[in-house]
C-alpha cells in the first residue's frame, strides 16, 4: 500500500503506529484509543463505494432522506450521554460545550435540513428579461455534486465535521468525512448513528488519518467542504484548483467585539466572559479582542476581570463540574503562551491568568489582558485559546478602524444600548457576519447564511446558499412555441438582419440618446 505524504500536520496528539493514529484525552493526558491510519488505496476505495451508493440515495428523494435525518436526531438525542463522554474525553472539553454547543447543533441540524432542502433545492422559475427570452420557460435545477469530501478541525467534532456533512447529504450526495486525527471518535460515532437511522451502505464514510487523507479526498470527491486553518484551507484550495472542483472554506478568525459607551455593561462583560472562554476559546468565532471607549474602559474591564477569576477550570465530570475545559491540541499551547509572552514583554497587564496550569492535562488559565495594543501578536494573530485582550479606544471611529484592520473577517460584535447607532456601527465591520448585542449565537441562526471574507473563507454554510453549494445547477431552457424558423436562423437574409438592426437600435438606443440629450 502507498504511503500518503505528510503534511505539516502532527496526526493526533498521541503516537502513531505506521497503521494507527493513537488519540489522547488532553484533560489526562491518556491514551483513549486508536483509529487507522489509512492508506491512499483505503480512502480512494471509500469515495468509489460513496460514489456507487449515491443514485439509489439521491433517488430516495427529500422525503426518504429527510426519514433518516430524523432518525438520526432521535438516535443522537437517546445517545447522548455517549455522544457527550466521547466528545469529552477525545477533546477536553466540558459537558457543557458538548452538550450546549455540539449536541445542540448536531439535532437543530439535523431537523433544519430535514425540513427545509427541498424548498432550498427546488427547481426555481426565472421570468424572461426581454424580447431576446421571451416566451421561453426558463428554470435552475440543483443537482447533487456526487461525492462530496468533508474535511474537519479539531476544535468542533461534531458541529464542524459532521454538521456540514448534513445538507451534503439532503441534497442527495454521498459523503466522505475526514475529521481531525485529534478527534476522529466523534465522526466515528455519528457513523454508527446514521447506520442504525437507517442510511444505506456506502453513502457516508469517516476516511480517518493525518492531513494527507484530506489531501486524497481533494484528488478524489467532487467538491471539497474544508473546516480549518487559513494555512491549510490555501493548501486544499490551491490542489481543488488543478481538479476545478469546488471548494468551500471556512477558515480562522480573530473576531472583533466593539463595546460603546453606551453599552449594557453587566451583559456586555458576561458575554465577553463567556464568548471569550467557552469550549476553552477554542472556537473560530470566539472573542478573541475587544475594543472598549475610554469612559467605560475601566470599569468594564474589572467587571471582565472579577468574573474571569471566579470561573473553574480542570478535568470535565459532568454537568456543571467545571466552567473551562483543556486545550484539545498541544501545539496550540505554544502558540497561547508565545502571544501571552509577547504581550507582556511590549507593555500589557496580565490581571489574571497568563499561564500553564501545573498538574496533569493540559490547561491554560483564563487570562484577561489590559493595555493592549496592535503591536502584539494577541491583537493580531489568531490565538485560539481563553485569553481575552482588552483595548481602550477614543471613539467609534477607532474602534472600527482597528477591528478592521485584521487580514480575517469571520465574525464580530457591537455593544450599545442605542441599537440603530449599534446597527450602523456594525455595517461598517468588514466580516461575514456581525452581532449586535450578542455573539456567537448567530451560529444557530440556520436560516441565516455565515461565512467569512478576507482570510476568513469562502463560501457559506447555513441559508439557501449552504446547501446550494453542495450541487451543481442545471438551466433549462424551453421554447414551447415557435416558428418553423427565427429571425435570426442561417442563412442569413438582409431583409430580417436589418428587421433585428432597428429592434436593437429601438430597445438599446433609445436610453442613450434619452440620456445625451
Ligand atoms: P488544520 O487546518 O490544521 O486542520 C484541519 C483539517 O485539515 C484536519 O482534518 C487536518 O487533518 C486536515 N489537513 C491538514 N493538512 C491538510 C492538507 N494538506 N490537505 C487536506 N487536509 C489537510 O486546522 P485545525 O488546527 O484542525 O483547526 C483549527 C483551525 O480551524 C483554526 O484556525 C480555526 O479558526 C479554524 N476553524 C474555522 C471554523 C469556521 O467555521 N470558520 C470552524 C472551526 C475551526
Redesign the pocket.
Known sequence: MSTIEQ?T?KPGNGARAQDSIAVENPATGEIIGHVPNLSREQIEDRVRRARAAQPGWEALGFKGRARVMLAMRQWIVENRERVIETLVSESGKTYEDALLQEVLYSVHSLGFWAKKAERYLRDERIRPQSWLDFGKKLVLRYRPVGVVGV??????PIV?NFGDCIPALMAGNAVVL????VTPFSSLLMAEGLKASGLPDDVFHVATG??????VL?DNCDMIM????????R??AE?AARRLIPVSL????KDPMIVLEDADLERAANAAVTYAFSNGGQT?ISIERVYVHEKIYDEFVEKVTEKARQLRQGKPDGAGSVDIGAIT?EDQMEVLERHVADAREKGARILTGGKRREGAGRFFEPTVLADVDHSMLIMTE?T?GPTLPIMKVRDEAEAVRLANDSPYG?DSSVWSRNVARAEKVARQVQAGATCVNDALVNYFALGQPFG?VKE??LGARHGAKGIQKYCRTHSILVTRFGPRRDPNYLPYRKSRTRLLERLIAFQFGRGKARRSA
Not at 151 to 156: A, E, M, S, V
Not at 210 to 215: I, K, L, Q, R, V
Request: proline share 5%.
Open positions: 503534511t500536520e474535511i474537519g478541525p479539531w476544535n468542533y464542524n475526514k475529521p481531525s486525527s493525518a492531513g494527507g487523507a484530506g489531501g481533494v474544508f473546516t480549518g486553518s487559513t494555512e491549510t484551507g493548501k486544499v490542489q471556512e477558515l480562522g478568525g473560530c491540541f489568531e485560539f469571520l467569512g476568513s473563507g
